[in-house]
């Protein structure tokens, strides 16, 4: 009798979980609920600006960007001694930018606002993505290269 209490018990406490259990995070903004309006918009793509504008310091480098300076890797590179995990950029929190322009691009469409609107903050976008794709080319081509 006492095991037969035990699993009954166990069942309704389980079974008036289920609510609790299956609620959506309350701290997520997903698309559905984000994308409404042109402000949605706006702030979304005013984030690119603050993580990926170039800073002062990488912007003034000096010699950094040019033919006068080597390589610390050149030896490596050159003596085939080099692999993936000499090369810098390739890690997660580098493609973040990326996966959050491209996240905008499959999501934007579903705010209410004109279509001259949506082409707008869809050219920011893609803007930001080729700068992103042209950033990760001219650092690639300095490494070879010096």
């Not at 005013?46 to 993580?51: A, I, S, V």
């Not at 090369?87 to 279509?115: M, P």
């Amino acid at each position: 009798m006492k095991k037969i209490f035990m699993l009954l018990a166990s069942v309704a406490l389980f079974g008036s979980c289920e609510d609790f259990l299956s609620k959506e995070d309350p701290n997520k903004i997903d698309a559905p609920s984000y994308f409404r309006n042109e402000t949605d918009l706006q702030t979304y793509v005013n984030g690119f600006l603050q993580t990926m504008s170039p800073t002062a310091a990488s912007v003034a480098t000096g010699d950094a960007r040019t033919d006068c300076l080597a390589w610390r890797g050149e030896y490596q590179f050159l003596t085939d001694n080099f692999d993936a995990d000499d090369q810098s950029g390739w890690g997660t929190s580098d493609w973040e930018d990326l996966r959050n322009i491209n996240y905008f691009l499959d999501n934007f469409r579903q705010a209410a606002v004109s279509e001259t609107t949506l082409a707008h903050y869809e050219g920011v976008a893609r803007f930001w993505r080729a700068y992103f794709y042209w950033k990760c080319y001219a650092n690639l081509y300095i490494k070879v290269r010096a």
